[in-house]
């Protein structure tokens, strides 16, 4: 566990802190644990919502961004090489030849962001642990300079950045369901995990009839991309946990693409936390959309969210699927 590789890493001191100066922690997970740094030097960065909230929960000072000066960095590496690559990069320039230290899992790419960190700073002997090494670099920040994150335009137009959910290619899951949704969408709509916005733009694009469309994602990044590619006057933005999310009045139309993966690991749960929140914020007559991977179990909760569920496209893939009618949610659902 990653908790467990950085407090035995400073605990048997393979890798050292300053004894003075704020310490930035890049990216840590809820689950991470930062007991064995001093909390009141510690600034957190986090940008996935959930998570932010838990660390501001805590007592911890939280943002989106780095702000101030630092003696030394932690970098919890995510599961993007690209964001990774990045975040190292912010790491390394904000403390200005101080400790970074590295935390990741084998899955996520740390044996070879090792190796290419040792052609371009000094590393110190890495700590291996339950799955994944920990590491401590210096450098000069022109040592990865190249390895900024710079934000990307797709062939259609669309802004990206290092990181958020498709960010080299429109995902073919939204495609399906745009093309999927019915000639007259109409009235208000939310688009949970709305990630940089594609669904958004072709809904308000081709659905006049919409009167709001609110764009709920917990990914700060995607957010900000959302809001360049998004130029609508309907749409509305939320940065919120879309498992949780309500905003006024019933919804007449949910659409979504869920997620079902938590870093590398499947969790089919957080796709039925979407589908259990859109039937809590539709209106009695309110319609779902909602596209799958043909492999997920996805129908049988939503028959027992709504009254109608049918398939309506898709491809070999993925299932586009049509749920209308919310039913009262069950216990301990609502």
């Not at 957190?44 to 000066?69: L, M, S, T």
């Not at 230290?101 to 996520?108: P, S």
């Not at 900000?224 to 309500?246: G, I, K, Q, S």
């Amino acid at each position: 566990m990653r908790h467990a590789r950085l407090t035995l890493a400073l605990d048997a001191g393979a890798i050292a802190l300053p004894e003075t100066g704020r310490i930035v922690v890049f990216a840590p997970t809820a689950e991470a644990d930062l007991s064995a740094l001093p909390a009141e030097r510690v600034q957190i960065v986090q940008g996935f919502k959930p998570d932010h909230d838990a660390w501001a929960a805590r007592g911890y000072d939280v943002r989106v961004a780095p702000e101030g000066d630092f003696a030394a960095a932690v970098v919890f590496v995510p599961r993007a090489k690209d964001k990774a690559r990045a975040l190292l990069t912010e790491a390394v320039a904000l403390v200005q030849g101080g400790p970074v230290i590295v935390d990741g899992a084998r899955t996520d790419g740390i044996d070879s962001l090792l190796k290419d960190c040792r052609k371009r700073a000094e590393v110190g002997a890495p700590l291996s642990k339950a799955h994944g090494k920990i590491f401590a670099l210096t450098a000069a920040p022109a040592a990865f300079a190249d390895w900024a994150g710079a934000p990307k335009t797709l062939p259609e137009g669309f802004r990206t950045r290092p990181g958020v959910f498709s960010a080299d290619a429109v995902d073919r899951g939204s495609a399906l369901l745009a093309d999927a949704l019915p000639a007259k969408l109409k009235g208000r709509v939310a688009d949970l995990g709305a990630g940089w916005g594609y669904l958004a733009v072709r809904a308000l694009a081709d659905h006049p009839g919409i009167s709001e469309l609110h764009l709920v994602e917990a990914d700060f990044d995607a957010l900000a991309c959302a809001r360049e590619n998004v130029a609508d006057p309907r749409a509305r933005f939320h940065w919120a946990d879309a498992t949780a999310f309500a905003q006024g009045a019933p919804f007449d139309v949910v659409i979504t693409n869920p997620p079902f993966h938590t870093g590398r690991a499947a969790d089919p749960g957080l796709g039925r936390a979407f589908l259990v929140n859109a039937a809590r914020i539709l209106g009695r007559s309110g319609i779902l959309y909602a596209v799958a991977n043909r492999h997920l179990p996805y129908e049988r909760i939503l028959g027992e969210l709504f009254h109608e569920v049918v398939e309506i496209g898709g491809d070999s893939g993925f299932k586009v699927i049509r749920a209308a009618k919310p039913k009262a949610l069950p216990r301990g659902r609502g």
